[in-house]
């Protein structure tokens, strides 16, 4: 079992930076593959970006891709999510989650185990 904490969520201007935090509960955290998710009203939820178990291996979606940044720091028990240059589109539920029997990269929220509450992300123009 693994209990996701989202963190650092809030209401920034257009070009602003913040930093979501993802506290993991569980032995397997080490082990598992993590991601951060986004909805919107009214969408789906938006893959963001995904790390390997070890950190080897990241992908981020087109949309963000040179401006979020995911990590992780195993010893610790945290995954992060750097975004800078925010824009209003990027206004969502910001969502940490695990997938315990993977150990590379993921795209897909049906392959993951375990949700966070979520965070909200605003952004104003």
């Known amino acids: 079992q693994v209990q996701l904490v989202e963190s650092g969520g809030g209401l920034v201007h257009v070009g602003d930076s913040l930093r979501l935090s993802c506290a993991a509960s569980g032995s397997t955290f080490s082990t598992s593959t993590m991601g951060w998710f986004r909805q919107a009203p009214g969408n789906d939820r938006e893959f963001v970006a995904s790390?390997?178990?070890?950190?080897?291996?990241?992908y981020h979606a087109d949309s963000v891709k040179g401006r979020f940044t995911i990590s992780r720091d195993n010893a610790k028990n945290l995954v992060y999510l750097q975004m800078n240059s925010l824009q209003p589109e990027d206004t969502a539920v910001y969502y940490c989650?695990?997938?315990?029997?993977?150990?590379?990269?993921?795209?897909?929220?049906?392959?993951?185990?375990?949700w966070g509450q979520g965070t909200q992300v605003t952004v104003s123009a």
């Open positions: 989650a695990a997938n315990a029997a993977n150990y590379y990269v993921e795209m897909k929220a049906s392959e993951y185990d375990y």
């Open positions: 790390i390997s178990a070890n950190g080897a291996l990241i």
